[in-house]
């Protein structure tokens, strides 16, 4: 039990690993985001429209909410890990992972909501 | 009136082992130690386990002293030592000439001794000088000072011993059996009530029983030694012949310690090598294991080293055994002092000490640090 | 030949200079002996002077370092002036002298044997022991900035204890003192600085270790 | 906090873990700056528009540039951390370090040059 104890809270090994994985995959993603965004299009910016036909494409709208949904996921990891690096008590650190839930479900709320209002 | 409070001074081998000793007994005990644990001779003694061979001849008294407690380490401390026995070798005829007497001393004095062929040592320690000619294998073994003393005082410490390191002595009322010590970390001074003083201040036990108007005749010698940052050997290795400069080369860790010399010294504070005494180790251990000479020089250390003047030598003669004086004996009543021995024998010292301690306080409890195991070193003290 | 330079010892309650001339070849701790003897009141530990008991760690002009084989001449400044600081993320009890006991008390915990098998290689006879590597300085948890500003992490002694008591148990539950450190106060707090690797004095190479132990866990029982 | 910045006498190991955390924490605060100003285009292709024409001034660009850099740095090492994790190169773990931090500046160089030319 206390084996799956440290994998729902991410803790110890798997923490790590999560971070890994998703730094993996985010050199990907970044990698795609940055040509993507700035390379294929025109003088480097999209205007409105160009962002709006960009994300409408299934293919890039996945890629894109996979992309949010990862970085947010590490972004959050890696503060706590600076936090943790403090020195928190067992309390504060339970504080901290709700709280770093929360901030994190909102961010990838946010994104998604603000990404589906462009696409309509 | 509770059990009687003893103040041991000095927290080397032979305050360690006293001060587990005592505990185990019943007496409330407390040692104060100007420095840290080991600061003084114990610190920096060459970590050799003596099987007492090297004495057999000349000390046959301190040769069975120490096989017989280097038995007893091996049951109390068992993984606190390195235990690979060691081997006297023979270079040249003259060595080949002390064998006989050498192996018969042995005998005498209970040491295992074994003659094994030239060849098995080399390959047992394949950098030893081939030019060997033979080889005896006796029970030496290796201990680091530092946790030596750290297991003693730990145990003592769980049986109730407080450990005051960096806490020095400053004057000693020994009538009201009253010792004066200064917190060295708050610069506090205090006054401490005991039953009866022990002084085992190593090099320093003559200033200390002066301190309290006794005497305690030690001539102040010192010893040079130089670590080698190279594993030469997995053996204590001596020369087989009578005991000399830098005859001993023995393993520590990753290190070798090559030693050992002896000179009288003015002042124990600071002390400076002869610089033949470096050659003459390097010579002499270059012998045993010539590749001595092509290792870096890691460390090299001088360390203070008491030896017991023989009473009524008038300072000529002196022993490598050990001895236990009662001041009452020369107007100090309340203070007994222990000098001389080595790390090895400390346990059997603090034995016949804790006997006489016991004797005056009237606690009549046997002795059992032959057969309690010691605590790990990082049990800690307190202190 | 002589040295003479500027001894500046970080006390409780502040910068001390002490001016002291030592032989060309001495080391550290022969000159804060000699210090010592202007100033009784100066504290610092020291025990065997041959690197092998590690109770004589110090910071040296910012390095963690061993006062008893680090020579003056390699390490004084142009400018003569040695600074010495006491080691980091261990209770101060006084100018440059530490409380060792809860770097002890944590290699304890993980029940790290004193002894190991001496030499690696086949030798002829019995196998022979020897003292661990690690002589418990202190030096690496000096240097580790994870363990300056966490106090609950194991620590890069204790967890690189962790890591040989699982190469060689020497009759040790290796489960159980894994379970110990693979935790995120244990294996994975370290942030691969390696910092301890570089202080440390008797070749250890605790996050070398640690990040052994790492794969261990990570990829199962492969060697 | 000081202490985090007592880097005498250290080596590689220990600026590769300080340009890190700085590098993340940068990020971090890049990733929410980011998405703050996404929201403009809830305004449509008006506020958009004005506000792409303005990300094109050099400034913008510059710090973009920064950006690149902190992006390679962080992910660079952050392999070389996954590596050193897994029990390898902890021989080279250093020279690892260098060669991140070349690799990032040649890129960032390269990335530079690519986004002043357009």
Redesign the interface.
């Known amino acids: 039990m206390e084996q799956m104890e440290q994998i729902k809270m991410g803790s110890g090994r798997w923490g790590?690993l999560l971070q890994?994985v998703s730094?993996?995959l985010?050199?990907v993603l970044?990698g795609l985001h940055?040509v993507a965004q700035?390379?294929l299009a025109a003088?480097?910016?999209?205007?409105?429209?160009d962002?709006a036909a960009y994300l409408r494409q299934p293919v890039i709208f996945g890629l894109e909410t996979a992309f949010l949904i990862v970085?947010?996921t590490h972004?959050l990891l890696?503060?706590r890990a600076?936090l943790l690096d403090l020195g928190l008590g067992p309390r504060a650190d339970h504080v901290l992972r709700w709280a770093l839930a929360l901030v994190g479900a909102a961010?990838v709320g946010?994104?998604l909501d603000?990404t589906l209002?462009?696409i309509r | 009136m509770g059990a009687p409070h003893v103040i041991v001074i000095g927290a080397g081998s032979t305050g360690a082992a006293i001060a587990h000793d005592l505990a185990l007994r019943g007496p409330r005990v407390t040692v104060v130690e100007r420095g840290g644990v080991a600061s003084g001779t114990t610190g920096h003694n060459q970590a050799q386990l003596h099987s007492g061979a090297r004495y057999a001849v000349n000390d046959p008294e301190s040769a069975r002293e120490c096989i017989e407690e280097n038995m007893l380490l091996r049951k109390i401390m068992p993984e606190g030592l390195e235990l690979n026995d060691g081997l006297f070798v023979a270079l040249t005829e003259e060595h080949l000439a002390y064998r006989p007497a050498f192996l018969e001393a042995c005998a005498r004095c209970g040491i295992p001794a074994r003659e094994i062929p030239a060849a098995r040592a080399l390959e047992l320690e394949p950098r030893l000088n081939p030019r060997l000619l033979a080889a005896i294998q006796i029970p030496d073994g290796v201990f680091d000072p530092y946790r030596f003393c750290l297991s003693f005082l730990a145990t003592a410490h769980q049986n109730g011993a407080r450990i005051l390191t960096f806490t020095e002595v400053i004057g000693i009322d020994v009538s009201r059996r009253v010792v004066r010590v200064r917190d060295r970390r708050s610069g506090q001074t205090g006054a401490l009530e005991a039953d009866l003083i022990v002084n085992a201040a190593g090099p320093w036990a003559g200033k200390v029983a002066a301190l309290a108007g006794g005497r305690v005749e030690v001539e102040p010698s010192a010893g040079a030694m130089v670590t080698v940052g190279a594993r030469m050997c997995h053996r204590v290795i001596n020369l087989l012949a009578p005991p000399g400069d830098g005859d001993i080369i023995v393993p520590q860790r990753q290190t070798s310690i090559l030693g050992t010399t002896s000179w009288t010294v003015a002042d124990l504070d600071h002390i400076t090598i002869p610089p033949h005494h470096l050659e003459q180790i390097f010579a002499v251990a270059g012998q045993l294991i010539p590749d001595v000479h092509r290792a870096p020089v890691r460390g090299v250390m001088a360390a203070a080293r008491p030896l017991l003047v023989v009473p009524g030598s008038g300072g000529r003669a002196t022993t490598r055994g050990f001895a236990c004086y009662d001041h009452a004996r020369d107007g100090a009543d309340g203070l007994v002092s222990m000098v001389g021995g080595k790390t090895t024998t400390a346990r059997g010292m603090a034995e016949k000490l804790s006997d006489m301690v016991c004797a005056k306080l009237g606690v009549n409890v046997e002795c059992r640090t032959r057969t309690e195991r010691l605590l790990s070193y990082r049990a800690g003290m307190g202190a | 030949m002589n040295l003479t330079f500027t001894l500046r010892i970080r006390r409780p309650q502040g910068w001390a200079d002490f001016t002291v001339t030592v032989p060309d070849d001495a080391y550290v701790l022969d000159a804060l002996e000699a210090a010592e003897r202007h100033d009784p009141t100066l504290l610092f530990r020291h025990a065997c002077h041959h690197a092998s008991c590690g109770s004589c760690g110090l910071r040296v002009?910012?390095?963690e370092r061993l006062g008893c084989v680090t020579r003056v001449a390699e390490v004084a400044s142009r400018g003569r002036v040695l600074k010495l600081e006491p080691l980091?993320n261990l209770p101060r009890l006084g100018d440059l002298l530490v409380d060792h006991q809860p770097l002890f008390s944590r290699i304890d915990a993980v029940d790290l044997p004193p002894i190991r098998a001496a030499a690696s290689e086949a030798v002829a006879g019995p196998q022979p022991t020897r003292f661990e590597n690690c002589i418990e300085c202190g030096l690496c948890v000096s240097a580790c900035?994870v363990a300056?500003s966490d106090s609950s992490y194991w620590g890069p002694a204790a967890l690189a204890a962790a890591a040989r008591v699982a190469a060689e148990p020497r009759g040790r539950d290796v489960a159980s003192v894994l379970k110990l450190v693979d935790d995120e106060h244990g294996l994975w707090r370290c942030?691969?600085?390696?910092?301890c690797?570089?202080v440390c004095p008797a070749d250890v190479d605790p996050?070398?270790l640690i990040?052994?132990l790492?794969?261990?866990l990570?990829?199962g029982e492969r060697q | 906090m000081k202490?985090?910045f007592?880097l005498?006498?250290?080596?590689?190991?220990?600026w590769?873990?300080r340009l890190?955390?700085l590098s993340?924490?940068g990020?971090?605060l890049y990733?929410?700056l980011h998405?703050a100003v996404?929201?403009q285009?809830?305004g449509?292709?008006g506020r958009?528009?004005a506000f792409?024409a303005l990300?094109?001034s050099p400034l913008f660009l510059a710090l973009d540039v920064i950006l690149?850099g902190g992006?390679l740095i962080h992910?660079l090492n952050?392999?070389?951390?996954?590596l050193?994790?897994?029990?390898?190169g902890?021989r080279w773990?250093?020279q690892l370090f260098w060669v991140a931090l070349t690799l990032s500046v040649v890129l960032m160089g390269w990335g530079a040059v690519?986004?002043f030319r357009?």
């Open positions: 790590w890994a730094g993996i985010l050199v970044v940055w700035h390379f003088g480097g910016l999209r205007t409105y429209a962002v970085v947010t972004a890696g503060v600076i961010t946010y994104g603000l209002a462009v | 002009n910012g390095r980091r900035p300056g942030h691969g600085v390696f910092e690797t570089e996050a070398g990040m052994g790492r794969q261990r990570l990829e | 202490r985090w007592d005498r006498r250290r080596s590689a190991g220990l590769a873990f890190h955390r993340g924490i990020l971090v990733l929410y998405l996404l929201n285009l809830r449509g292709p958009w528009d792409v990300a094109r690149l992006v992910g952050g392999l070389r951390l996954t050193l994790g897994f029990g390898r902890l773990q250093k690519a986004m357009r």
